[in-house]
Structures are given as structure tokens and as C-alpha cells.
């Protein structure tokens, strides 16, 4: 599965484009009120990443078992430093509701915590590389 994922910004405007295996959809995220930049902070998406992700595969995984879920919430929190500083103590927490026994909802819970993708990658250590960068200067407008 290819995952991808582009922020375009101007002044006062703001596109944001994720894909998986080429399937692409807009996700909505307005300017800052500056007009550079996102009014989501980097920081604020891994969290989203991971809340997105347990949610998806608790469903997933429910269905492999034959539990139906009724309702899903995920509260991720964590810290970060100064520039270039990673997010420490980063915790989340899950409540599901769904037509199983507390024993089987709560197996359920684990199992996904072992299986989700985002989880395991920010896990472990996953390189980050700089492919391409592209210094176009602006037209002089004078």
C-alpha cells in the first residue's frame, strides 16, 4: 500500500491532498490566520495519525472476530520540545462500545495496540529522508 500525503500554501491559502495506492481525497485544514502556513500544527497530525489509525483497525479487527462496534474514542496526548526536539510521552486512550463481553472488547483493544501500523512505526526508529528539494526564487516585482 503507497501512501502519500501534500500541503500546498500561499498567502491566505491552504490545500492539503493525502492518497493511498493513487486514490486521492482533500482534506480541509484552513490557513493560518497569518495566512502562512497550516492552522494545524506537525504536531497535532502524528496524534491525529494515531488516534485515526487504532480507530480504523479496532473496527478492522472487529470485524475478523465478529464483534460489532457501536461507537470508538481515542484521546492521544503527548509533548514536544524545542525545534527539532521528538514528541515524548505520548499516551492514548480508548474507549470502545460494541456487542461483545468486557473480556472480548478488551482483548480486542490489545490485540489492535500490537497491530497498529502508525503505532509500530513511530515504535520503532523509521528514516526520514530529504529526496529532492526544489529553490525556485520569486519574480522580482519591482
Not at 502524528?46 to 478492522?60: E, G, K, M, Q, S
Request: proline share 5%; charged share 25%.
Amino acid at each position: 500500500m503507497k501512501i502519500s500525503a501534500r500541503v500546498e500554501n500561499t498567502h491566505d491559502e491552504h490545500w492539503v491532498t493525502v492518497a493511498t495506492d493513487g486514490n486521492r481525497h482533500s482534506i480541509v485544514i484552513p490557513p493560518k490566520t497569518s495566512g502562512a502556513g497550516s492552522s494545524v500544527n506537525g504536531g497535532e497530525l502524528p496524534f491525529l495519525a494515531l488516534a485515526t489509525c487504532y480507530c480504523n483497525d479496532i473496527y478492522r479487527e472487529a470485524a475478523h472476530s465478529g464483534i460489532e462496534v457501536e461507537r470508538v474514542e481515542v484521546d492521544v496526548e503527548g509533548q514536544f520540545g524545542g525545534p527539532g526536539e521528538p514528541a515524548t510521552n505520548v499516551t492514548y486512550h480508548v474507549r470502545v462500545v460494541a456487542s461483545a463481553t468486557e473480556a472480548e472488547i478488551q482483548d480486542l483493544m490489545r490485540r489492535t495496540d500490537t497491530l497498529a501500523e502508525i503505532h509500530n512505526t513511530l515504535r520503532v526508529r523509521t528514516d526520514v529522508t530529504l529526496d529532492r528539494i526544489e529553490a525556485i526564487p520569486a519574480p522580482d516585482r519591482t
